[in-house]
């Protein structure tokens, strides 16, 4: 009796075991069904906003997606996360489609490096939507600095559409929005790596990116998937240079908080966040990463035909 008892308990928790397994492989299907397709697309979003998606094979496969910005179009403007105190930091974590329905813009992109961070599971991770976590380097919100500049490390700085610039450091006393990366990895049209500090510059990492040309015309939001074989598996920070001076012919380019925290959205025409690109926070497809703060765009709708 005790034998078939212990059989029967294994069958049981062979058969829970089975169970889960197939439910989770079948959430695991779904959520890669919802990744954006690998094929090529460009397409108008806004008045001086366009998408392009890029899909390469070479040096593997890859997805890279870039929103053009015509720094000429009327009613382009820029906006960074504000501070919002909570629980004794300055910020509040939020994901990117969070951001950009609070805040009604109609492109947004991760941005700093932050802390507190930490990811150990799809059901463990550190921080949760509304958790408090800082930013790290500079962080400018229509004037207002909440986070300083960290030694080392560089930083977009929007002191009007007409003055962008990548600095080292700190951004000048009148910069209206401010957002800092950790190197500027292309300047002059090259690959720049004099002051690079990445420990992971050298790794396939899904990566976030702001890029601009060499006459001040146009900026681009810049999102490139990893960690996904088959799909896309991420590329080095000399490999994204090469993408972006080839394909964008970019002069200078700031690399943002990658990894988990790759994400780009847009709003459509009810204002409701729609990705971009596939994230893989947390090794889940499709699923967004809280962080500390990000970059938004507001643009004017496209004109009716």
Not at 3 to 23: E, F, M, P, Y
Not at 109 to 122: D, K, L, Q, R, T
Not at 252 to 257: E, Q, T
Request: with cysteine; hydrophobic share 40%; proline share 6%.
């Amino acid at each position: 009796m005790m034998r078939q008892q212990v059989l029967k308990t294994l069958t049981l928790g062979l058969g829970s075991v089975s169970l889960l397994a197939l439910v989770f492989f079948g959430f695991y299907r779904y959520r890669m069904a919802l990744r954006p397709e690998r094929t090529a697309e460009t397409r108008s979003l806004f008045q001086g906003v366009t998408y392009r998606r890029y899909v390469k094979t070479q040096p593997r496969p890859l997805v890279l997606h870039t929103v053009e910005i015509d720094l000429t179009a009327p009613g382009i403007d820029f906006f960074v996360t504000p501070s919002v105190p909570t629980d004794g930091y300055k910020l509040s974590a939020d994901t990117v489609p969070g951001f950009l329905t609070k805040y009604g813009v109609q492109v947004a992109i991760n941005g700093s490096y932050f802390a507190p961070h930490e990811v150990n599971s799809p059901l463990h991770y550190y921080p949760h939507i509304g958790n408090g976590v800082r930013s790290l380097g500079i962080a400018v919100s229509n004037g207002d600095r909440y986070s300083n500049a960290k030694p080392g490390w560089a930083a977009l700085c929007i002191l009007s559409l007409s003055d962008i610039r990548i600095t080292q450091n700190d951004c000048p006393a009148e910069t209206q929005q401010a957002i800092a990366g950790d190197v500027q990895f292309i300047k002059n049209g090259k690959f720049y790596d004099g002051l690079a500090i990445l420990k992971n510059s050298t790794k396939l990492y899904p990566r976030s990116a702001i890029a601009i040309n060499a006459d001040n015309t146009k900026l681009w939001f810049v999102a490139i998937d990893g960690r996904q074989p088959g799909y896309s598996e991420g590329v080095t920070l000399a490999e994204l240079a090469t993408i972006l001076t080839t394909e964008l012919n970019a002069d200078r380019a700031l690399n943002f908080d990658g990894g988990g925290s790759t994400t780009l959205a847009i709003g459509d025409a009810e204002g409701n966040p729609v990705l971009l690109n596939a994230p893989f926070q947390a090794r889940v497809p499709m699923h967004t990463r809280p962080v500390a703060n990000h970059l938004g765009l507001y643009a004017q709708p496209l004109e009716k035909q």
